[in-house]
């Protein structure tokens, strides 16, 4: 099987390299340019695998696919996750494109997760990975099945430990290396000054308002905040406010008590059903808002329209539109949707 590995210099893309070469298959190394930091270090560790490398500059599609849509959330007062969507659209897109073209059966990354065909259905199934703390199945929950068809996860079995501990035994510069904690287009984690310089404008000032509309004070523009945020709001009311909800059209931030952050229904768009087609009835899950959430019961009730309603059994805090709600079947992704406002 001829496989298509996904570089990045990072010890975890380095040891799946050397996994898949120990279980077998003929590895290609690849990376693809969407900054332009990137690259240097996908070679060096594809010269070190005595690898073939292909290095394919797509910024231009990166910036349109991803960055375009992470402006465009904000704008429209969500808080987006463009790791969720560059896996879909990018890493799972076009890389495994190009993967496909060039004559390989697969296109194989160092995420924690696993993908298994279930007998039964045929369906190909997204599960999480051995390592609770690292899975990263919720950042791979827009997969469909033509891409988990074609998806290798070599770490899925093994902890992070471990893998530093393969690392370190092959020598890899990487093995210690820290893992990656900001968006690769935004590292220093300023995501407002990042979008100011790229619209080159700056965002509006507005008000803050309570929930029956008073004005409370001047916000400074609304991509700054998102919703359950305490710390940063630059106003003093006397006792803790929060962001309950940001109105972009009318240039409003809603503050409230942290008890309003809580609810027991929230609603999901652009829902992908991994697991099974989109039921026709309700169905009972396990689901989480965030990524280093634990998952809490649900049951979920399909909407016109791909969407989903999951009425939780406990409230759950700060659900935030533009992230993620993926739901689970004990290890296996049922499916997932980026969490909308209200009903759609």
Not at 19 to 32: H, I, M, P, R, W
Not at 96 to 114: N, P, Q, R, S, V
Request: a negative charge; aromatic letters at 8%; glycine letters at 10%.
């Amino acid at each position: 099987m001829k496989v298509m590995a996904a570089m990045s210099g990072g010890v975890d893309s380095s040891v799946a390299v050397h996994l898949l070469q120990k279980q077998g298959f003929e590895v290609t190394g690849a990376t693809l340019c969407l900054t332009e930091q990137q690259g240097q270090g996908a070679r060096e560790a594809a010269e070190a695998f005595s690898l073939p490398f292909y290095e394919y500059d797509e910024r231009e599609a990166f910036r349109q696919l991803v960055i375009e849509a992470f402006k465009e959330s904000y704008e429209h007062g969500e808080t987006p996750n463009p790791c969720i969507i560059c896996n879909k659209l990018v890493k799972f897109g076009l890389l495994l494109d190009k993967a496909i073209e060039t004559g390989h059966d697969a296109l194989a990354t160092g995420h924690y997760a696993k993908v298994e065909k279930d007998g039964a259905t045929g369906r190909f199934l997204l599960k999480k990975a051995k390592d609770n703390t690292k899975d990263q199945t919720y950042m791979l929950c827009l997969l469909s099945q033509k891409q988990l068809a074609h998806t290798v996860f070599p770490l899925g079995d093994y902890s992070k430990k471990e893998i530093r501990e393969l690392a370190a035994e092959l020598g890899l510069a990487s093995a210690d290396s820290p893992d990656s904690q900001d968006i690769c287009f935004v590292p220093d984690g300023d995501y407002a000054g990042f979008l100011e310089s790229y619209r080159q404008a700056m965002y509006p000032p507005g008000d803050f308002v309570d929930e029956e509309g008073k004005v409370l004070g001047r916000h400074q523009g609304v991509i700054r905040y998102t919703v359950g945020q305490r710390k940063g709001l630059g106003i003093a009311l006397g006792k803790p406010v929060f962001v309950l909800a940001k109105d972009a059209p009318n240039n409003r931030v809603v503050l409230g008590e942290e008890s309003a952050l809580y609810t027991n229904r929230v609603y999901a768009k652009k829902v992908n059903w991994i697991a099974c087609d989109a039921p026709s009835g309700s169905l009972r899950v396990t689901a989480k808002t965030r990524y280093s959430q634990k998952e809490a019961e649900a049951v979920l009730h399909p909407l016109e329209g791909g969407g989903v309603l999951a009425e939780f059994t406990d409230k759950q805090r700060a659900a935030t539109p533009g992230q993620a709600m993926v739901f689970y079947d004990g290890d296996v992704v049922v499916g997932g949707g980026l969490i909308a406002e209200e009903r759609i």
